[in-house]
């Protein structure tokens, strides 16, 4: 994942085809699923590659929105925090994308979760008024 993060951040995701840029979603999401132990360079890869892609992700915005939810409910609070900080480098491509539904989804489903067992988990991405 570090190597694509350079090499994306490096020379951009412009000269990407079509079948490439599918194997390359679907290997971060892949990866993204099966790493065990909190990884800042999966999520910043996955960041990277995924502005990088700007609107060419849409058409795989939902499947990678499931993924984030379904780790967003996950009973470990690493897992969930790991879906909180992707959360927070997706959110800017999906208002491009003009995908305001998954947008409010993942929204509700972090304010929900505000009041958990572990609030720092969450609390970090909520400033209080001083």
Wanted: with cysteine; glycine share 6%; charged share 25%.
């Amino acid at each position: 994942m570090e190597t694509i993060q350079k090499v994306i951040a490096t020379l951009g995701a412009s000269d990407i085809d079509e079948r490439l840029e599918i194997r390359l979603v679907d290997g971060i999401i892949y990866s993204f699923q099966e790493q065990t132990t909190e990884d800042q360079v999966m999520l910043d890869g996955f960041g990277t590659v995924v502005n990088a892609l700007g609107v060419r992700v849409k058409p795989y915005l939902m499947q990678i929105v499931s993924v984030v939810l379904f780790r967003l409910n996950n009973k470990s609070a690493k897992v969930r925090q790991q879906a909180a900080d992707l959360t927070t480098r997706l959110a800017v491509v999906i208002k491009q994308c003009g995908e305001n539904q998954l947008l409010y989804k993942l929204g509700v489903v972090l304010f929900e979760q505000l009041g958990e067992e572990y609030p720092d988990t969450l609390g970090r991405y909520v400033k209080y008024p001083p």
